[in-house]
């Protein structure tokens, strides 16, 4: 029952994985951009999340519903005045202008809220547990957040195609001059797509403070989890990316129980592993 | 470098300018200068020149990778903070003169490249920049693991160890400053070699398009595993001697991504990537920016990831792009031109 308890709680960390890399596959999958401030994002709505939770004295999981708004309005800013400058054929000036980001809104943070380890408290639901069989049981909490992984991917998964707005994503992502021909305006789609990762960069940011401490260092970890996973699922799969996160989360559960110090790296562990010997990951969709 | 045509005209490849003889002229000037900096410049002095030239030299090897070879990497904190545990390792547990012990790491560090580079190697473009960040990770997570070097919280060199590099402690600022210099110097030396050699021929021709490189016969994986492998050889010699300056070695200290590789991309962008000279101006700007803002704390960590956006979004060549393309500058003889000329008989 050890064993099963570690997996299982690999498998519903899993979950948390999965969202860090939706987020950055659709802009990879999108504008072949990969944002070094992606972990530093999720970071900064756990704190978007904080003080909205303060102010109004509501709770995280509502806060939602000022959060990704307010984050995806972030996005378009960001892609509109920032990142649409930068593509091109050059793979420098994305990743610069991203890292630079990246150490604007970790120091950021670190002025306005300081380097102490903050949670946000989501009352008893924090605590419930639901017993499954004989000494296995599952936290309320954890449980939910896996089905909202779930439901996040799924939902990415029916935007991208089914609806005109993917039609759009997947356009532009095929072919950017022809999609500007049929009269889609690609910095308008891609603005989008950020506006999108962002969004989702907001549930996962408040899954994340909801569940652990979260100070302003933590972005990047996030980042290379997220990266682990979208590698180890295979590029351009989105379902490919959760069963990454899945086994990202079982490789690190499954270290953390043979010796704490392991967590981390029986993570990095499988990365590579899978790296050696299937490059392209598991579920490939797209060559590059 | 001659071949003779029909003519009976000579052609020959020649290097440099009238700006490069202006230029290494000053650059013999001011090395004189430099080594003799114990004689004129107190602790303080030794200790910052000493660190900008760790900069220089890790900016110089990244501009290399990540300039002419189009390996852009955000991981070579991870052959920084290798080559100071190796050093580490190889003084406290070995009984090696620390001295002696920054060549062996580099040569140890280069040999552990050889497999990374393996793997790395199968992520292009952005996930090859990513995924060797997680090697650098892992390289972290293994150090803190070594309870014999302290596990996480890293350990120091000990007394006996540092004595035995020379007996006072002024005559070992001078000798570390010194080896700081040489190894500038060195970096920098190896780099206009190497450029100057068919493999910088190679090297430019696959910065300018791999696919044309690929067709006039340069292997083009070889040559950047070369060039990966001899850049972690500097590397882990540049990390080595940081921190035998430190004399204390710690897991998030020798692996830090800020330190070793924000810092060093943004200094490489803010002078220039892509020319010997770029790094060089952008550790001068990042010194003076820090001697004069550094009070601010965090505020001038982000005033500097913002100067680096600014410049790649303004003007993507840099301060010393500007230069070139405003005078002609150029300080190291790179410069190929084909010198046509006769062949007389006033030679014979």
């Known amino acids: ?216 260092s933590q972005g990047p970890a996030r980042l290379i989890y997220g990266f682990e996973a979208v590698i180890i699922g295979g590029l351009g799969s989105l379902w490919g990316t959760l069963a990454g996160g899945l086994i990202l989360g079982v490789a690190q559960a499954i270290g953390a129980h043979i010796n704490p110090g392991w967590q981390i790296l029986a993570g990095h562990i499988a990365f590579l592993f899978v790296l050696a010997v299937r490059p392209q990951g598991l579920f490939p969709k797209v060559r590059t | 470098m001659s071949a003779k045509t029909s003519a009976g005209k000579g052609v020959r490849v020649a290097f440099g300018s009238r700006w490069s003889h202006v230029g290494t002229a000053l650059c013999a000037v001011s090395l004189i200068a430099l080594a003799a900096a114990p004689f004129w410049g107190g602790r303080d002095d030794l200790q910052l020149l000493s660190e900008i030239y760790a900069y220089v030299a890790l900016a110089s090897l990244w501009n290399l990778l990540a300039g002419y070879a189009g390996l852009v990497s955000v991981g070579q904190q991870a052959y920084v903070g290798l080559g100071a545990y190796i050093l580490f390792a190889l003084a406290i547990l070995g009984g090696v003169s620390p001295l002696w012990a920054i060549p062996l790491s580099g040569v140890i560090s280069a040999a552990i490249a050889i497999p990374v580079a393996a793997l790395v190697f199968r992520l292009r473009g952005h996930y090859f920049a990513i995924g060797t960040w997680i090697v650098a990770e892992v390289f972290r997570l293994l150090a803190s693991q070594v309870s014999l070097l302290g596990g996480g919280s890293g350990t120091s060199l000990l007394a006996a160890v540092v004595i035995g590099m020379a007996p006072t402690r002024q005559l070992r600022d001078f000798l570390l400053y010194w080896i700081a210099l040489a190894l500038v110097v060195v970096v920098l030396a190896t780099i206009v070699l190497l450029l100057r050699s068919r493999y910088g021929l190679a090297l430019k021709a696959i910065r300018d398009s791999e696919l044309a490189a690929t067709c006039n016969g340069i292997d083009v994986r070889r040559t950047k595993v070369l060039v990966y492998i001899v850049t972690a050889f500097g590397t882990a010699m540049v990390g080595a001697l940081i921190f035998l300056q430190k004399l204390r070695v710690s897991p998030d200290a020798a692996f830090s991504v800020n330190d070793w590789t924000a810092f060093v991309i943004f200094i490489t962008v803010i002078g220039g990537i892509g020319r010997i000279e770029g790094p060089i101006i952008g550790t001068i700007v990042f010194f003076v920016l820090r001697q004069t803002l550094a009070d601010l704390g965090t505020i001038y960590l982000m005033m500097l990831g913002l100067v680096a956006i600014l410049v790649m979004l303004t003007t993507p060549k840099g301060l010393w792009g500007l230069l070139v393309e405003r005078f002609g500058w150029q300080v190291f003889p790179l410069e190929r031109k084909v010198v046509f000329e006769e062949r007389s008989a006033a030679r014979e």
């Open chain 1, 1 to 216: 029952m050890d064993w099963v308890n570690v997996i299982l709680q690999g498998v519903l960390v899993g979950g948390l994985y999965a969202m860090f890399a939706a987020g950055l596959s659709l802009i990879f999958g999108v504008m072949r951009l990969v944002n070094i401030a992606h972990g530093d994002l999720i970071v900064m709505a756990a704190y978007v999340a904080l003080v909205v939770t303060q102010t109004l004295g509501i709770g995280p999981l509502t806060s939602l519903i000022l959060v990704v708004p307010i984050m995806a309005v972030i996005g378009y800013a960001l892609q509109w005045f920032v990142l649409n400058r930068t593509l091109g054929d050059d793979l420098l000036p994305p990743l610069l202008v991203t890292f630079g980001l990246s150490v604007i809104i970790q120091n950021g943070l670190l002025t306005l809220f300081t380097a102490d380890s903050l949670k946000l408290q989501s009352g008893d639901i924090e605590v419930a547990t639901i017993r499954l069989v004989e000494g296995v049981y599952v936290g309320v909490l954890p449980l939910l957040q896996f089905v909202v992984a779930v439901a996040v991917i799924a939902g990415l998964q029916f935007v991208f195609y089914r609806t005109a707005l993917g039609r759009a994503f997947r356009a532009t992502a095929d072919d950017p001059a022809v999609a500007q021909l049929m009269g889609l305006d690609n910095r308008h789609v891609f603005a989008l797509a950020m506006a999108l990762s962002l969004a989702v960069v907001a549930i996962t940011g408040v899954f994340l403070a909801v569940r652990a401490n979260f100070d302003p």
